[in-house]
């Protein structure tokens, strides 16, 4: 029996079942061998030799296939038809050769297939060749490229640029086109404009909308109405007038599918339709495609095989009808820009096979294949037919224009199926005209646009002027700033430029999020403070390195080497030569000279003109000093005073003016004891404070905003409280030492002595009573095994408030358990003998202690000197030991090399 290897059990499983018994199916799980995580895998001064290790993990996979080809004299390679695959194969080969597992006699042979079906499986078994060490070539030449950028600037950033984690010869620019998209928005000036409409009626009392176009004789450009004024003389200039139709146009059109889904554009669909991310859209894909369902997923073409546009047409005249099939079958023009890797498009292996005949139970990929499905069939469908009409509207006077357009779908066509979707608000105008006749006078609709109105205002918050009848609008409008990125418009981005290959897109997002550039909010791509820094500094430093001509002209010389055009140690010497003398030039830099720049160059950005129109740089708190960038022991970059340590002042560099949260820097709480208590952002986050630094006291005390705790909700009292903590709950039953609760960096927590219990909630950081302190303590020392284990005594029915009243076996004597109020019985009463009221009473009693009622303002109840002082002795022990502590020391590993 030949041994046939792929890369998944999830795929061999599959493809078993299509060979039989005359064949043994393994899989590799990936890659079996990488280079090293150290310096030397890639030695650029020996032709850049390149010294690959089995991974601990795949030497149990080698050690199977070698074990099976013992008895078998055939290997059949099956591994993904793409680059990537191809290496699969290659590794495996040098492995098994290594470990003698190949003999002499050994037959090897490399097979390809685009879809896992039997028909392809089998025609592919048929059709064996040698491993394409053309597309191997390829692959060495990225991955060397990849380790040498990796392994070489990310050590110059971590030493430059403290908090950096990587660079990546892709990743790095994918992060450019985020960080430059975020400065455009901040750079944004809005431009006010405004529009008009109507709202009219023809004589057969039909009513529709139409927009103003020409105003004193003059057709209206989209700034012509830039004021409120002018706005209100053009809808009294409208009202004022007698209207009619000055003529009516209808135009024929088509409207055509879209072609079959390549990666790039798959990953652009599922992120509009679905919000789904670019590295969840591809794994749902890969299951899908192992399981036989689609073709191969990570293809740049758009071609589909004869036999499956055959079998489109079949399906769509079965279902819908002739009139839905088009003359001749749609044919679609392959872009890729390397054919020897360009494939097929991502389509169902079978047309026949619908979303409601997937046998899979799993939502996403229902879902995703239902995409795939109706966009391979819509591509195959009859165009759209519609009718565009365009009504001009005059006064008789000639001063007053308007204008109504709309469409009539007269044929559906593919529309039936599906319509692709859109990144941007950008569309026909789809609204469908009454019957209008040329030369017809038109009335005006009292009152028709009132509701318009006042949904302009509730809306948006933009002006609106209504005419004296309520059948004109004036509408304020503003430019907007360009939008931030989805994760669908950045791989459109990157497709465009060049940059990345579709293999590669989804893990350049996801590594530039999982390296905390950049976080997603709503779908949109924001870049972090560390992302803009890391940007800076290589487009200063390293500029052509993050050009975008460079790296698309780099991916073109790649695709040469895998179309044997070009010898791939040629590209890796060219690139090399003057990468690794811009990486010497930065030996000599200091860090204060690498802060000027970038605090030189992101000054717009962190410095924004003040609305007093004073000096921007200008420290807020002392008046005196200047602000400018500065960093952290602990890695990261802040906005801070250079008066210090007399000035404490410090923010983050996000811009101030941003968001709501910042407004509130400083904001006034209350006062407690003679002190304010206020509200501050710093470079960590908002917290709250305690009066004011002073030379005896430079850091007063201070508490940080628990996860979850909006800035905007903060009063006085929520102030105090977290101001109060660590808060005493009591001696240990057992030992007599102190039990705290409190808030810490991995949040509420409970500790006895060095040992510290999580809580579930913050809330309860102010209410938790000794019984369940202990509790807590006592089921992370066993690991949670209490939790599993543990039953009541006795169960005493529903609270009246809801959630079962019990008797607990507690480790210092039984207690009542209401959620999270734990009352300990008292000792003249047995858990045999206790009634439900008297449990009732006892978890009332409780909660009133702990703050399960409404509790009073802390402020009213002065707090002891003792305690004060307290307080500010473990603030300045918690300060200390923040010095103290020291920066770990980053190693290069195999991801950072990763794009």
């Known amino acids: 029996m030949a041994v046939v290897v792929v890369e998944s059990p999830a795929k061999a499983k599959t493809i078993n079942k299509y060979l039989g018994s005359d064949f043994t199916v393994l899989a590799s799980y990936g890659h079996v061998r990488d280079l090293?995580?150290?310096?030397?895998?890639?030695?650029?001064?020996?032709?850049?030799?390149?010294?690959?290790?089995?991974?601990a993990d795949s030497k149990k996979h080698i050690r199977a296939i070698a074990e099976a080809l013992k008895s078998d004299g055939e290997l059949i390679l099956a591994t993904d038809p793409d680059r990537e695959g191809e290496a699969i194969s290659w590794h495996l080969q040098q492995a098994l050769a290594t470990s003698r597992a190949i003999r002499k006699d050994t037959k090897v042979s490399r097979v390809v297939f685009n879809a896992i079906t039997q028909s392809a499986v089998t025609e592919a078994m048929k059709n064996p060749r040698s491993v394409d060490m053309e597309l191997v070539e390829a692959y060495l030449a990225r991955r060397a490229l990849d380790y040498l950028v990796g392994f070489n600037l990310s050590p110059v950033l971590w030493r430059k640029l403290p908090g950096a984690k990587s660079a990546g010869r892709v990743q790095s620019v994918c992060l450019r086109l985020i960080v430059e998209r975020e400065m455009e928005i901040e750079a944004f000036r809005p431009r006010e404009y405004w529009s008009v409409r109507a709202q009219l009626r023809t004589p057969r009392g039909q009513e529709f909308e139409a927009r103003l176009t020409v105003l004193g004789g003059k057709k209206l450009d989209r700034y012509d109405l830039p004021t409120a004024e002018a706005a209100e003389l053009a809808v009294q200039a409208v009202a004022s007038r007698d209207l009619s139709v000055a003529s009516v146009e209808s135009k024929p059109a088509n409207r055509n599918p879209a072609a079959p889904f390549m990666t790039s554009t798959l990953q652009q669909e599922a992120s509009r339709k679905f919000g789904m991310g670019a590295k969840q859209t591809m794994s749902t894909a890969q299951r899908l495609y192992e399981a036989g369902y689609i073709t191969y997923m990570r293809t740049d073409g758009i071609d589909m095989a004869p036999e499956a546009v055959m079998a489109a047409r079949d399906e769509i005249r079965s279902r819908f009808g002739a009139a839905y099939v088009p003359d001749s079958p749609r044919m679609y023009k392959n872009k890729a820009k390397n054919a020897q890797e360009a494939h097929e498009c991502i389509r169902p292996t079978d047309m026949a096979v619908d979303p409601a005949k997937l046998r899979v139970t799993d939502a996403d990929q229902r879902r995703l294949y239902e995409l795939i499905w109706k966009r391979t069939i819509a591509s195959q469908m009859a165009a759209a037919r519609l009718e565009r009409t365009t009504v001009e509207i005059a006064s008789r006077d000639g001063q007053v224009g308007l204008r109504a357009t709309g469409q009539v779908v007269n044929f559906d066509g593919f529309l039936r199926v599906y319509e692709e979707g859109r990144d941007d608000d950008g569309d026909e105008d789809s609204a469908r005209l009454p019957q209008i006749m040329q030369g017809e006078a038109l009335?005006?609709?009292?009152?028709?646009?009132?509701?318009?109105?006042?949904?302009l205002s509730e809306g948006d918050g933009a002006r609106g002027i209504l005419g004296a009848s309520g059948a004109v609008l004036a509408a304020q409008h503003f430019t907007q700033p360009p939008p931030r990125y989805t994760e669908a418009t950045l791989v459109k981005r990157m497709e465009e430029l060049g940059i990345g290959r579709p293999s590669t897109y989804a893990s350049i997002v996801t590594t530039i999020q999982d390296r905390g550039y950049v976080r997603k909010d709503k779908n949109r791509l924001i870049p972090e403070d560390k992302g803009r820094l890391v940007t800076v500094f290589l487009s200063n430093y390293f500029r052509r390195y993050v050009e975008y001509d460079f790296t698309a002209d780099l991916e073109a010389q790649l695709d040469d080497v895998s179309a044997g055009e070009r010898d791939y140690k040629e590209v890796?010497?060219?690139?090399?030569?003057?990468?690794?003398?811009?990486?010497?030039?930065?030996?000599?830099?200091?860090?204060?000279?690498?802060?000027?720049?970038?605090?030189?160059?992101l000054a717009p950005h962190l410095y924004p003109p003040r609305a007093d129109g004073g000096d921007p740089r200008t420290c807020p708190v002392c008046?005196?000093?200047?602000?400018?960038?500065?960093?952290?022991?602990s890695g990261g970059a802040f906005i801070?005073?250079?008066?210090?340590?007399?000035?404490r002042f410090t923010r983050p560099i996000t811009a101030p003016g941003d968001g709501e949260a910042a407004a509130l820097d400083g904001k006034v709480l209350g006062e407690d004891q003679g002190e304010l208590i206020t509200l501050r952002i710093g470079r960590f986050g908002p917290y709250v404070q305690r009066g004011e630094a002073t030379p005896d006291v430079p850091k007063p005390p201070r508490a940080s905003l628990p996860k979850g705790w909006a800035p905007e909700s903060i009063d006085l009292e929520k102030a105090l409280q977290l101001l109060s903590l660590p808060r005493a709950i009591g001696?240990?039953?057992?030992?007599?030492?102190?039990?705290?609760?409190?808030?810490?960096?991995?949040?509420?927590?409970?500790?006895?002595?060095?040992?510290?219990?999580?809580?579930?909630?913050?809330?309860?950081?102010?209410?938790?009573?000794?019984?369940?302190?202990?509790?807590?303590?006592?089921?992370?020392?066993s690991r949670g095994r209490a939790t599993s284990t543990a039953a009541p005594l006795r169960d005493l029915g529903e609270h009246p408030d809801g959630g079962p009243v019990q008797i607990m076996e507690g480790r210092y004597g039984p207690y009542v358990k209401w959620g999270k109020v734990n009352a300990t019985l008292p000792k003249d009463i047995t858990p045999e003998d206790i009634t439900p009221e008297q449990a009732l009473e006892l978890i009332a009693a409780k909660a009133s202690k702990t703050g399960g009622t409404k509790r009073k303002t802390a402020a009213k109840k002065p707090a002891s000197k003792t305690k004060t002082e307290a307080g500010k002795t473990a603030s300045a022990k918690k300060t200390k030991a923040t010095t103290k502590a020291k920066a770990p020391v980053k190693k290069a590993s195999a991801k950072t090399a990763k794009d």
């Not at 811009?582 to 720049?597: D, G, P, Q």
């Not at 240990?732 to 510290?756: C, Q, T």
Request: proline share 6%; charged share 30%.
């Open 443 to 455: 009335s005006k609709v009292e009152g028709g646009l009132q509701a318009a109105h006042a949904r």
């Open 731 to 781: 001696p240990h039953p057992e030992d007599g030492e102190l039990i705290e609760a409190g808030i810490g960096r991995y949040g509420p927590f409970v500790k006895h002595g060095s040992k510290y219990a999580n809580l579930p909630e913050v809330d309860e950081v102010f209410t938790i009573g000794m019984n369940r302190a202990v509790e807590v303590l006592a089921q992370k020392a």
């Open 623 to 633: 008046g005196t000093g200047r602000l400018n960038l500065k960093t952290a022991r």
């Open 640 to 647: 801070g005073c250079n008066n210090y340590p007399a000035c």
């Open 572 to 601: 890796l010497s060219r690139f090399w030569r003057d990468f690794s003398a811009a990486i010497a030039e930065t030996s000599e830099l200091r860090i204060t000279e690498v802060l000027e720049k970038i605090d030189e160059v």
């Open 36 to 55: 090293p995580p150290k310096d030397g895998s890639v030695d650029p001064d020996h032709d850049f030799d390149m010294k690959w290790e089995v991974a």
